[in-house]
T-cell receptor, first 112, second 113 residues
């Protein structure tokens, strides 16, 4: 089984709808991250969490919110989706002492 | 602020040829450096990392990278490319207390048979 899983893998939604992307990990890591990937822009950090009670905004948090329900679960919500939020979304985890990140397979979100 | 530049958006090589992907970084202290690969439809996978010590680091899939402090570079190399190496490659820099890497925009590798 994959260490970092994301659901759904693909989602098409309409402008104005609320949507939640979920991430679960079995690596036992404290740190979790949400990124979005757009062609030519690389990965941009949306939110990150160093533990259940510590949540921080990344460089592009506007229009997004997160919830860290447990050490293993980190959800990303779009309260009112807009077309320019169409992108590939990745969840990642890392250990506090080992700084490389482990990525999920991604969620492709399309907002029409 | 830390930053990463990958000057090449696309690189095309023939199968069996050597490969070098460029990465330049900006960081105020000794950086932690990473190369990740993203195969089509998949998440990112770590190829190799540099934290300290030997400036030439070996990674998975036959890749290596060399840290050159004087040039602020961490270029990725492979002596002979295979068709399965076609993917997107990301360089990242991070370090210090926050341990949040900054990613470059990526280089897309195209391999011709």
């Amino acid at each position: 089984d994959a260490d970092v899983t994301q659901t759904p893998r693909n989602r098409i939604t309409k402008t104005g709808k609320r949507i939640m992307l979920e991430c679960s990990q079995t690596k036992g890591h404290d740190r979790m991250y949400w990124y979005r990937q757009d062609p030519g822009l690389g990965l941009r950090l949306i939110y990150y969490s160093f533990d259940v009670k510590d949540i921080n905004k990344g460089e592009i948090s506007d229009g997004y919110s997160v919830s860290r329900q447990a050490q293993a679960k980190f959800s990303l919500s779009l309260e009112s989706a807009i077309p320019n939020q169409t992108a590939l979304y990745f969840c990642a985890t890392s250990d506090a002492h080992i700084t490389e990140q482990y990525f999920g397979p991604g969620t492709r979100l399309t907002v029409t | 602020a830390q930053s990463v530049t990958q000057p090449d958006i696309h690189i095309t090589v023939s199968e069996g040829a050597s490969l070098e992907l460029r990465c330049n970084y900006s960081y105020g202290a000794t950086p932690y450096l990473f190369w990740y690969v993203q195969s089509p439809g998949q998440g990112l996978q770590l190829l190799l990392k540099y934290f300290s010590g030997d400036t030439l680091v070996q990674g998975i899939k036959g890749f290596e990278a060399e840290f050159k402090r004087s040039q602020s570079s961490f270029n990725l190399r492979k002596p002979s490319v295979h068709w399965s190496d076609a993917a997107e490659y990301f360089c990242a820099v991070g370090g210090g207390g926050s341990y949040i890497p900054t990613f470059g925009r990526g280089t897309s590798l195209i391999v011709h048979p």
